[in-house]
């Protein structure tokens, strides 16, 4: 018996020390984020000496993780959706939109399956959306119904698209990991998600804005954080004109 | 003593935490849902065959091995048996590049007109690559751990070459065979990393019991709760068959 009490003795020793240290100060953010939220992290503490680690994740997963208890500083949703139960239970502060995203088509360079948006409704395209738990997948649904209902490519153009779906992903990133790889020939993800990196591989397909959602991002504090006031101040700088900036340059829309 | 009773309750509660919840009110409704039926279908289906495709190239594979030597046979071995010790993502990532759309041997493939991206049949691959080479490892051990003059003898005896396989070698290393097969198939119905970067996840195509649990953990939970305590009963299952096994092999 006594030699459990040292194993969790030891334990408890364990996890005073990691503690002790400064705490860090932990993000839980949308996919769509990694780029922008990872230079803003950087930045941020190069200002204030924190030492912030991010989780990026599709945001259902995010929220679900958070609805079992994970322990973060900060919740960075792609959707109100995915955010909001989670300040109707009482574990995350009202959202503050912070960024906004539209929807791109994109296809592998190796491919030339998928020219128009036309296309993507031809039988046999193989088509990689994100599942519809994720925002992103359900910003591309929504896009469907819209061009379904002005008419401009047939009343079952929604139907014959999701006819072509092939893999329903996790997350954004996983999405565009696939074109980028050549998997598939189109896929649906934010204008955000084509960086540098993605535009040596892929080709873009613009969706007019009138068949394109325009999505708001929701971030805040969440009740649980050990650390209220560095996670207040996280939030700050991610509103503030130089977090905007950052967002600007991954190719997000500024909140206001 | 009270170390070990700390380890077996952190090995066995979260167990029965699950198959707790699992086993909740409705357990019915949600295992006769869309969701799980598809890939209880999708899983089954798979494995079945990649189980098949397992025995049919692996056991002359397995002999081959362990009756002849050529040079760089021991890192013939060895290479084999790299997919049991490789992260399945990378397994993933070298099938990606290897039969996907713009893959190596892909691009040929889709010329051909054989597309196996996002297909069950890249499921199959997945699994097939991910767990054959726990059949061929047990497999060989059972090929060598019998006297080959026995072979010899029943050939003496005027046996002919396929009689000797069926007749002789078959029954002498049936146990090892079944063995490698329960490992082979265990390991398949928790492949996770390989399928969900070569084959994608759709409900009913490609998503099996381990995607469809983790795409459900993001949505609803029910679903991947039941799927999960089908697969903790299963594996206890398989976990008995192996033990049968193995205290055959040893009574034999």
């Known amino acids: ?256 | 003593m009270a170390l070990s009773a700390v380890l077996v309750a952190f090995l066995l509660l979260p167990t029965l935490v699950l198959l707790a919840r699992g086993l909740s009110a409705d357990f019915l409704p949600t295992l006769l849902s869309p969701v799980v039926v598809d890939a209880l279908r999708v899983s089954v289906w798979t494995s079945g065959l990649s189980l098949l495709l397992t025995v049919l190239l692996g056991t002359p594979t397995a002999w081959l091995l362990s009756r002849r030597r050529f040079p760089g046979h021991a890192l013939l071995e060895t290479l084999l048996d790299l997919p049991i010790t490789l992260p399945p993502v990378v397994a993933g990532v070298a099938l990606l590049l290897t039969f996907g759309q713009s893959g190596v041997l892909g691009r040929p493939l889709e010329l051909a007109g054989i597309s196996l991206a996002f297909s069950p049949a890249a499921v199959v691959l997945a699994l097939l690559f991910t767990s054959a080479p726990y059949y061929i490892r047990t497999a060989r051990a059972g090929f060598s751990a019998y006297d080959p003059d026995i072979e010899a003898a029943a050939r003496v005896d005027g046996a002919g070459g396929a009689g000797v396989f069926w007749r002789v070698t078959l029954p002498l290393t049936s146990p090892f065979l079944l063995e490698g097969l329960v490992l082979a198939w265990a390991r398949s119905l928790g492949e996770f990393g390989a399928t969900i970067l070569f084959a994608g996840s759709l409900q009913g195509q490609t998503r099996t019991i381990s995607l469809a649990i983790y795409s459900a953990l993001e949505s609803d939970l029910r679903p991947a709760l039941v799927l999960s305590a089908i697969m903790v009963a299963f594996a206890f299952m398989l976990l008995l068959l192996l033990r049968v096994l193995t205290a055959g092999r040893r009574g034999g």
């Open chain 1, 1 to 256: 018996m006594r030699s459990a009490f040292t194993l969790f003795a030891l334990c408890l020793g364990a996890a005073c020390l990691s503690s002790a240290h400064a705490a860090p100060l932990t993000i839980f953010a949308a996919s769509s984020l990694t780029d922008a939220f990872t230079e803003i992290g950087q930045k941020f503490d190069a200002q204030t000496g924190n030492k912030t680690v991010f989780q990026f994740a599709g945001s259902q997963a995010l929220r679900t993780q958070l609805e079992q208890g994970a322990g973060a500083d900060v919740f960075a949703s792609a959707n109100a959706a995915q955010y909001d139960p989670l300040v109707k239970a009482g574990r995350a502060a009202t959202g503050q939109t912070f960024a906004r995203n539209r929807l791109t088509v994109i296809a592998p360079k190796s491919s030339t399956a998928v020219k128009t948006l036309a296309d993507l409704a031809r039988p046999g395209v193989r088509l990689v959306l994100a599942d519809k738990a994720v925002p992103v997948g359900s910003a591309s649904r929504t896009a469907f119904d819209l061009i379904t209902k002005a008419g401009t490519y047939g009343a079952d153009f929604s139907k014959r698209v999701l006819a072509n779906v092939v893999s329903e992903e996790p997350n954004v990133r996983q999405v565009a990991l696939k074109i980028q790889l050549g998997q598939g020939d189109a896929a649906i993800v934010y204008v955000s998600d084509v960086t540098p990196a993605l535009k040596k591989d892929v080709r873009t397909i613009g969706l007019p804005s009138r068949f394109n959602p325009l999505v708001s991002y929701p971030i805040g504090t969440l009740a649980a954080s050990k650390n209220p006031a560095a996670a207040r101040a996280f939030v700050a700088y991610v509103l503030s004109a130089e977090g905007q900036r950052v967002l600007n340059k991954w190719g997000f829309i500024r909140a206001k």
